[in-house]
């Protein structure tokens, strides 16, 4: 072993034979109280924080050139996350690929864990998370945990990692957890991890015996004391190595077993609350309806300047249609924009749930995939007055990018009017690619706090995409990118099927049995 010394901590490199720290440890948390930290989450689920892009760094590590140049193999959860504890990420892949009565179960043995040794603590979360989870299924370590450990990546970690020779991680938690996270977002080179027994396609919850080093030719092992990586700084979103752009799953929080009570004790005033707020939004006017529901905690606010909007409202009361184009945060978009306005719009959807139908105020048009079908059906629309709503992006995205946009919206209309929109929510996310669409609206109301930012852009002439001056893939990159400045978002070239196939193995496409052409309700998550 040895041991190099800054003026402020020790950072030591242990052999790669000796054990590594165990991930959970309830006594790092030993200084809060307990009504402290139930009152800190329950305030973050009220008032949701995004995280901090920059910071100020912790002196925390030796100067990286004093750090040596070959090969170092960096801990998970010991030299890399800032925080050791691995409950949350257990408790995703039970919530996600289990379901509430999993999840009930792993919080209702937290003070188990306290209790017994680390691997065995280890051993009864993998056991309780994974056993009777169909292998072919799982998709939480793709789809879900990467933006978990992606927020809890101190930056003296990463900087380290980055300056080893080979990138290689070990950690005590399943390789099938950490993989994809570690080699597509990180760019490691080599994972060791623990393998999960399996029978005939599920996973039995029993882990094969530990072999984490074999093989392996790297000199040592880098960890970091635990008092020293609370003073880390979050990793930037600028600095990832690859943008997180895709995540699925529902929880909006990071379930530590605090805010993970909090979750399920929330649960029954949630789905009362989310009854309540539906009846309101659906017996009220909107005038009646939005100060009622702010009450409730359900806010919007509007942005920039009132001269668009109104103007469009003006336009449609004269019999003139209007198109707006909007980006796509959640399947709810369509109806902020007609609450801002004070006037029912369609929205045109390529798929939606027929829960979601029955139970959205607007109505929908939906569309074929046919472009010259679609095409024709929303210039009816326009031609018969509506204020029609459009998503080209066709699918929603929960960071902040903004997908291609399909071309065809510029030829429907000499004008469009952009609109930005965004969407934060305290507990659940409102929509999923790879679940249940449809408990999305389920999910969205039953929000103890959620907030809607909608900006009415000035409008674009796109008459020269109808008379053939201009081209119709240059006008929508350009709306794209009007919205994108509006909401500091970046622009993507990536596309619906980009979304699926990485969250859900599919292209998102809908059977043609389940198409309609038209039915009351919202737009596409």
Known sequence: MREMISPTISCTYLKTQMPLPISYNPAAMAKKTIAQKVCLALLSFLHPKTVARNGPRSQGLPPLADLPSEDTVCDLEGGLLRSSSTFPYFMLVALEAGGFLRGLLLLLLCPLLCCVSDEVGIKVMVMVSFCGVRKAGFRVGRAVLPKFFLEEVGLEGFEVLMKSGRRVCVSRMPRVMVEVFLKDYLEVEVVVGRELGEFWGFYTGLMEEERLMED???????????????????????????????????????????????????????????????????????????????????????????????????????????????NHRTLIDPIYISIALNKPVRAVSYSLSRVSEILAPIKTVRLTRNREADGKMMGELLSKGELVVVCPEGTTCREPYLLRFSPLFTELSDEIVPVALDAKVSMFYATTAGGWKCFDSLYYLMNPSMCYEVEFLEKIDTSGVRMRKSCSIDMANYVQREIGKALEFECTKLTRKDKYMMLAGNDGSVAPSMRMRESPGMSRS
């Open 216 to 326: 392996l030719n790297a000199k040592d092992l880098f960890r970091v004391e635990e008092k020293v990586k609370r003073k880390w700084s979050p990793l930037p979103r600028e600095k990832y190595p690859r943008s997180l752009v895709f995540h699925d799953g529902r929880m909006a929080f990071r379930p530590t077993p605090t805010n993970t009570l909090l979750m399920f004790m929330w649960l029954p005033l949630g789905v009362f609350l989310a009854i309540l707020r539906l009846l309101i939004g659906l017996t009220l006017p909107y005038k009646l309806s939005t100060p009622v529901l702010e009450m409730t905690g359900m806010r919007w606010r509007l942005k920039g300047s009132y001269s668009s909007f109104s103007k469009a409202s003006d336009d449609s009361s004269k019999g003139k249609g209007q198109l707006f184009a909007c």
